[in-house]
Each structure stands twice: as C-alpha cells, then as structure tokens.
C-alpha cells in the first residue's frame, strides 16, 4: 500500500524488496532461457497444463526441415509466448 499512500518507509521498492548479490541465478549459461520453454512444451509433466506455442525463436535448422515435410505450424518466428491453459484452478 505505500505506493498509494506515499507514507511509510516502504515507499521505495529498494527497501521493499532489495536485491540480494548471492542469490541463486534463474540462468548460468546462454540457451537455458530457450532450454526451459522447450521443457515447457515438450515434457509431459507440463502437458497438463495444455501449453500453447504462439511464438517462438526459429532454429537454423528449422526452416529446411519444415519446406522438405511441406508444412508450416502456424507459430510465429520470434520470442517465446507460450500461455498455459489449466496452470490455475477455481
């Protein structure tokens, strides 16, 4: 509520949530960002969820692949945007 009332100390977002240097990284190397929406919508664990691929970056091997099976997925070349279905319940 400090945002709203512009009356405690907790008005700056630094003090409210300070970013801590010995925290655990969510990544170490380049591709694990990719590696973790690939294991989104590949793994079984996460099918329940219905993952949806609306975008996604092409790889270099990608676009042959898919002129050679004479098809297209219909997924745009780009960042990832996945939405999950059932990732919330009533």
């Known amino acids: 509520c400090a945002p709203s009332c512009f009356a405690c100390h907790l008005l ?3 003090t409210r949530c300070p970013f801590d240097p010995n925290a ?3 990544w170490e190397s380049p591709g694990d960002l990719d590696a ?3 294991r989104i919508v590949t793994h079984p664990q996460f099918q329940k969820y219905q993952p949806t ?3 996604r970056p092409q790889q270099d091997n990608e676009e042959a692949l898919l002129s050679q099976q004479g098809g297209d997925t219909g997924i745009l070349n780009g960042p990832w945007v996945v939405t999950l279905e059932n990732f919330l319940s009533d």
């Open 12 to 14: 700056l977002f630094e």
């Open 24 to 26: 655990a990284r969510a």
């Open 53 to 55: 691929v609306y975008s």
């Open 36 to 38: 973790t929406f690939r």
